[in-house]
């Protein structure tokens, strides 16, 4: 069956430093792959799209790579701040031309000051 | 600022009641989504529509319908809400494949 894994623990860095989250997927084809940040009681935030033929993107402190061969991307953030404390979520498409998204359950950040 | 809004973000219904979530967006988005997320299953899509008046199944429709009778609102309905129907309802568009989508605030919704 279909799935997307992400890191199942919270993650809880100090000010300053990288924050590396990650996204496994199994039986899925994706053209693209996205990163949404999701604040408490909020609705999800589009961050970042990366397609299949791109290896990596950057958005400001943003990283993203997409390794097809792995199945797999990582997203960092880099010289995190506590204001990046939030929930991240990575989703992609279905493949075969079927755009709908199927999401992980997030990957809890905490960055302490 | 565009905007996908849902009309209520705490909702407490009675098991049995119908219930309607109501969602409306600013962007001329073709898509529209009704996903529902709860503590480590992620989002998981209820149903969705392409066009006007059109709408399809997602992966977990049972107990729920929808309406799009405008471009800019799809509205989802609990024809008798039960108790596993407690949870968090986001609303989302997009206007097509390769790009980002545009989510509400939520709707909790609670029944009792």
């Known amino acids: 069956s279909q799935k997307i894994e992400q890191n199942s623990e919270a993650l809880n860095i100090q000010e300053g430093k990288t924050a590396t989250l990650t996204c496994n997927y199994t039986n899925y084809s994706p053209a693209y792959l996205q990163w949404y940040r999701q604040d408490p009681g909020r609705g999800p935030v589009f961050l970042l799209l990366?397609?299949?033929?791109?290896k990596e993107k950057r958005k400001e402190r943003l990283k993203v790579t997409f390794d097809t061969t792995l199945k797999q991307s990582l997203f960092h953030i880099t010289a995190s701040q506590p204001a990046d404390s939030a929930t991240y979520l990575c989703a992609l498409d279905r493949g075969s031309n079927d755009y709908k998204l199927s999401f992980g359950a997030g990957t809890t950040v905490t960055v302490r000051a | 600022d565009v905007k996908v809004t849902q009309s209520s973000r705490y909702l407490v219904k009675r098991t049995g009641e119908k219930v309607f979530l109501e969602c409306v967006q600013d962007?001329?988005?073709?898509?529209m989504f009704w996903y529902r997320q709860d503590p480590g299953l992620g989002l998981r899509l209820i149903y969705f529509?392409?066009?006007?008046?059109?709408?399809e199944k997602g992966d977990i429709p049972e107990g729920y319908s929808v309406s799009r009778e405008k471009k800019e609102r799809f509205s989802l309905i609990l024809e008798s809400a039960s108790t596993n129907q407690t949870s968090m309802y986001l609303c989302?568009?997009?206007?097509?494949?390769?790009?980002?989508?545009?989510f509400g605030s939520g709707t909790r919704l609670t029944v009792v």
């Open positions: 990366i397609r299949e033929n791109e």
């Open positions: 962007m001329d988005h073709e898509n």
């Open positions: 989302a568009s997009s206007s097509g494949g390769f790009y980002g989508y545009t």
């Open positions: 529509s392409y066009d006007v008046k059109m709408k």
